[in-house]
T-cell receptor
Framework: DTGVSQDPRHKITKRGQNVTFRCDPI?????LYWYRQTLGQGPEFLTY????????KSRLLSDRFSAERPKGSFSTLEIQRTEQGDSAMYLC????????????FGPGTRLTVT | KNEVEQSPQNLTAQEGEFITINCSYS?????LHWLQQHPGGGIVSLFM???GKKKHGRLIATINIQEKHSSLHITASHPRDSAVYIC????????????FGTGTRLTIIP
């Protein structure tokens, strides 16, 4: 068990470019969550998957954001036409199944949009 | 009003002091999490609890469901405890998504 991994750890991009982040959860974990954290704030929920099904999306997730978990294993989060306001830490977490199960966090991907 | 409120926002203490961080929430929950975040962003789960009290080493977490309040205590604090401590609650509406407080920045001075 290597824990939750995220790639890349840091991304600097110019406004208007598209970026894609990857999250590899702990292998037997069915649930996968994406959160976003801006400086000085707690993380905010973006979306979550139960296996390959995306079950909920936050209103924070505009139509420029899309997330997938095609085979119920790794997940990708894509941001199209990035804006400076997208600059944040994007965190991924996974858990076995439900609320009684602890969420394990990845190291995060820090996005800077210039 | 935020669904999850933490206090204090910042706390500086001398090494060895007993530390208490408080968390109040306003929604129905299935579980409450205490998380630790070090500079650089990595988040580590310290406790997940839905009732009573849990202890791990020098850390103790308590929750009062009726009062919608939880506390995190650190005994014999040490400079390596310096971090941001975040309280998060898991919704009881079936998705178990976490709603986070803004965190308490703890600095322990040697």
């Amino acid at each position: 068990d290597t824990g939750v991994s995220q790639d890349p750890r840091h991304k600097i991009t110019k406004r208007g470019q598209n970026v894609t982040f990857r999250c590899d959860p702990i292998s037997e974990h069915n649930r996968l969550y994406w959160y976003r954290q801006t400086l000085g704030q707690g993380p905010e929920f973006l979306t979550y998957f139960q296996n390959e099904a995306q079950l909920e999306k936050s209103r924070l997730l505009s139509d420029r954001f899309s997330a997938e978990r095609p085979k119920g294993s790794f997940s990708t989060l894509e941001i199209q036409r990035t804006e400076q306001g997208d600059s944040a830490m994007y965190l991924c977490a996974s858990s076995l199944e439900a609320a009684q199960d602890e969420q394990y966090f990845g190291p995060g991907t820090r996005l800077t949009v210039t | 009003k935020n669904e999850v409120e933490q206090s204090p926002q910042n706390l500086t203490a001398q090494e060895g002091e007993f530390i208490t961080i408080n968390c109040s929430y306003s929604v129905g929950i299935s579980a409450l999490h205490w998380l630790q975040q070090h500079p650089g962003g990595g988040i580590v789960s310290l406790f997940m609890l839905s009732s009573g009290k849990k202890k791990h080493g020098r850390l103790i977490a308590t929750i009062n469901i009726q009062e919608k309040h939880s506390s995190l205590h650190i005994t014999a604090s040490h400079p390596r405890d310096s971090a941001v401590y975040i309280c998060a609650v898991a919704s009881n509406f079936g998705n178990e998504k976490l709603t986070f407080g803004t965190g308490t920045r703890l600095t322990i001075i040697p």
